[in-house]
T-cell receptor, first 120, second 113 residues
Framework: GAVVSQHPSRVICKSGTSVKIECRSL??????MFWYRQFPKQSLMLMAT?????????EQGVEKDKFLINHASLTLSTLTVTSAHPEDSSFYIC????????????????FGNGTRLTVT | SQQGEEDPQALSIQEGENATMNCSYK?????LQWYRQNSGRGLVHLIL?????REKHSGRLRVTLDTSKKSSSLLITASRAADTASYFC?????????????FGEGTQLTVNP
């Protein structure tokens, strides 16, 4: 159980276009989803925290107008990279926290398989 | 900011040997978690150790936590080629109380057959 599906796995787009990445929890409800960015051979950098039904909380330095996050339901969050530029090329990973565990701060995150974005 | 520091950054061993990775952190935590990432994939949760625990086992994995030194170690015993991956520690800080994890820089483990 606790499967997170992230789509697409790879996307190549032209500079100036927008790209939407979906993150779905398949067999559980996720109150909170997290979006990370990872450069080659580096760690995960948290971009934003997405709570169902409310606005996302962005980390310092992350442009909220460029990286639009929507968490419309307990099983779906989307990240839209608007007006993409080559420097936005990266590996984007979502994760989800399961709803309803008695001790939410002692529960692991469940990760999607990531999306490799290449902007040409 | 990434509070976790891991060492070594890279580790190369032979199949059958043990692999030890270390993680240090700076703030008070609720728990510390270890994750594995195969190249180009998402992260897979391995083990979670709470701040009041000192050691935890799961199969060939052994995790220790020393809150006085703010450090943790992950030991993989009898390693296999399939254990080749990046391993990250992540801390759930008291201050943010479950709302986010902070990941370390990771250790790239290569197990040679």
């Amino acid at each position: 159980g606790a499967v997170v599906s992230q789509h697409p796995s790879r996307v190549i787009c032209k500079s100036g276009t927008s790209v939407k990445i979906e993150c779905r929890s398949l067999d559980f409800q996720a109150t909170t989803m997290f979006w990370y960015r990872q450069f080659p051979k580096q760690s995960l950098m948290l971009m934003a925290t997405s709570n169902e039904g409310s606005k996302a909380t962005y980390e310092q330095g992350v442009e909220k107008d460029k990286f639009l996050i929507n968490h419309a339901s307990l099983t779906l969050s989307t990240l839209t990279v608007t007006s993409a530029h080559p420097e936005d090329s990266s590996f984007y990973i979502c994760s989800a926290k399961r709803r309803g565990l008695w001790s939410s701060y002692n529960s692991p995150l469940h990760f999607g398989n990531g999306t490799r974005l290449t902007v040409t | 900011s990434q509070q976790g520091e891991e060492d070594p950054q890279a580790l190369s061993i032979q199949e059958g040997e043990n692999a030890t990775m270390n993680c240090s952190y700076k703030t008070s935590i609720n728990n510390l978690q270890w994750y594995r990432q195969n190249s180009g994939r998402g992260l897979v949760h391995l083990i979670l150790i709470r701040s009041n625990e000192r050691e935890k086992h799961s199969g060939r994995l052994r995790v220790t936590l020393d809150t006085s030194k703010k450090s943790s170690s992950l030991l993989i015993t009898a390693s296999r080629a399939a254990d080749t991956a990046s391993y990250f520690c992540a801390t759930d800080e008291e201050e943010t109380s479950g709302s986010r994890l902070t990941f370390g820089e990771g250790t790239q483990l290569t197990v040679n057959p």
